[in-house]
């Protein structure tokens, strides 16, 4: 039987997503967990990894499992053995067709920024950070540029193992709520490092350094060291994947509205 499951997670305590020697990463304590509950080992697929100090918010990962359960179960009894900082959301059966990474036609991200000329304390982590003024209308004009199907090699990490720097980005919703920012983005798929690194360049010209059609020069001159340095994990979260309707996932969880 095929069991997909949502998850959520601060990642600032972890290595990533992906299991490590190290152990201390999300899909590490998410495996050993299940084990732990089906008295079983099981091995999980995500929808999309992310990196150390990254959060996910409805991370979507698949298994096979002969072991029976209720839903709820898998629920409430895997995290009875995961630290209070992940939480398996829901859980659904479905056919051997689906795939928590092939299945998915988009990934949605956002990035909680404070603006602020104090850095955070409660939230540390949680947000990113910049002491200047930003230009919200010169970073939507800057964003403008980064619409469609594009070569995005200015911004992918030297790292990155995507077989192509080809990928297509819908437009990216910026908005403010008092001190904090938030920016919206969804594309097909995502480069190694390709939301921070989008982040710096936005915030260089939200900043005035720089002016909004820099962007498409960074663009169109496919080469990283065009442009702004990677930007900080810590207000990067993962919203989740996007799927066809019919496979009948939750949309969203309860953590989406706790975001400013």
């Known amino acids: 039987m095929r069991w997909a499951l949502g998850v959520s997670y601060?990642?600032?305590a972890y290595d990533g997503w992906q299991s490590q020697p190290s152990g201390r990463t999300v899909?590490?304590?998410?495996e050993a967990a299940l084990a732990r509950f089906a008295a079983t080992p099981i091995n999980t697929l995500c929808a999309g990894r992310t990196d150390a100090g990254v959060h996910g918010l409805n991370q979507v990962v698949h298994f096979d499992t002969e072991v029976e359960r209720a839903e709820f179960s898998w629920v409430r009894g895997t995290n009875t053995f995961l630290p209070p900082d992940i939480a398996v959301q829901w859980a659904k059966t479905v056919p051997d067709a689906f795939h928590a990474r092939a299945s998915a036609r988009a990934r949605r991200y956002?990035?909680?920024?404070?603006?602020?000329?104090?850095?955070p304390s409660v939230e540390?982590?949680?947000?990113?950070?910049?002491f200047r003024p930003l230009d919200l209308q010169a970073m939507q004009q800057a964003a403008a540029h980064l619409v469609g199907e594009h070569d995005f090699t200015s911004f992918r990490a030297s790292g990155c193992q995507s077989r192509t720097p080809v990928k297509t980005l819908q437009p990216v919703a910026i908005t403010r709520r008092g001190p904090y920012w938030r920016f919206e983005f969804e594309a097909n798929a995502?480069?190694?490092?390709?939301?921070?690194?989008?982040?710096?360049?936005?915030?260089v010209v939200g900043q005035g350094l720089q002016p909004p059609g820099w962007m498409r020069e960074v663009l169109e001159?496919?080469?990283r060291d065009a442009a702004a340095p990677t930007f900080s994990p810590d207000g990067l979260y993962f919203l989740g994947p996007v799927y066809?309707?019919?496979?009948?996932f939750p949309s969203e969880v309860p953590a989406y509205h706790w975001l400013p």
């Not at 540390?124 to 950070?129: E, L, S």
């Open 124 to 130: 540390a982590g949680r947000v990113g950070w910049v």
């Open 221 to 223: 001159a496919k080469s």
């Open 244 to 248: 066809e309707d019919h496979w009948g």
């Open 190 to 203: 995502f480069l190694h490092h390709m939301i921070r690194n989008l982040m710096g360049c936005l915030l």
């Open 110 to 119: 956002a990035y909680v920024l404070l603006e602020s000329p104090v850095r």
């Open 10 to 12: 601060n990642g600032q």
């Open 27 to 30: 899909q590490d304590h998410l």
